[in-house]
T-cell receptor, first 110, second 117 residues
């Protein structure tokens, strides 16, 4: 089983739709969780950190479910500019290691 | 916010050339930096962890003699692709975090697109 798993997609959604991605992780000792966005041929950029209590930033909501070992990202009112690959990142304290998921590709269609 | 600078952004060179890529943390000190490689339409793959003042830690399958890493200061790590060949053509990205790795997000350089002819 991979340490961090994501559905690669692509998720093709119309403008204005709500879309959600999940990311599962295998190490129960994982400490920190993040969502990144990567545009084609660009470096990943931090979208938001994921806190135990859940957090929201505008149209984006991130949640953590430790019991089931997954994090989620919800995007409301999708914009064309949201089209990108969304990467989840998990940090393991004991190993000082950062692991990326393979990414979920989102395509917002006019 | 934290900024990581990577240079050069694009390299095109002949097979057999060695290529050096620099990764700098501009407004913070980074005892640890990470080097990644990404082939087209594939995910980021961690190549190695660069540790200031000590040897880098390489991921399984990454040749340490092929990809030389030097982290001589708290703000600079370099990756040298020695005797590069066409199969080394890829997008190389570095990252660093401000503070404890496990609590802080990674900030990425702009990446270096390497093309070996």
């Amino acid at each position: 089983r991979k340490e961090v798993e994501q559905d690669p997609g692509p998720f093709n959604v119309p403008e204005g739709a709500t879309v959600a991605f999940n990311c599962t992780y295998s190490n129960s000792a994982s400490q920190s969780f993040f969502w990144y966005r990567q545009d084609c041929r660009k470096e990943p950029k931090l979208l938001m950190s994921v806190y135990s209590s859940g957090n929201e930033d505008g149209r984006f909501t991130a949640q953590l479910n430790r019991a089931s070992q997954y994090i989620s990202l919800l995007i409301r009112d999708s914009k064309l500019s949201d089209s990108a690959t969304y990467l989840c990142v998990v940090s393991y304290g004991g190993y000082q290691k950062v692991t990326f998921g393979t990414g979920t590709k989102l395509q917002v269609i006019p | 916010g934290a900024v990581v600078s990577q240079h050069p952004s694009r390299v095109i060179c002949k097979s057999g050339t060695s290529v050096k890529i620099e990764c700098r943390s501009l407004d913070f000190q980074a005892t640890t930096m990470f080097w990644y490689r990404q082939f087209p339409k594939q995910s980021l793959m961690l190549m190695a962890t660069s540790n200031e003042g000590s040897k880098a830690t390489y991921e399984q399958g990454v040749e340490k003699d092929k990809f030389l890493i030097n982290h001589a200061s708290l703000t600079l790590s370099t990756l040298t692709v020695t005797s590069a060949h066409p199969e080394d053509s890829s997008f190389y990205i570095c990252s660093a975090s401000q503070g404890a790795i496990v609590n802080q997000p990674q900030h990425f350089g702009d990446g270096t697109r390497l093309s070996i002819l």
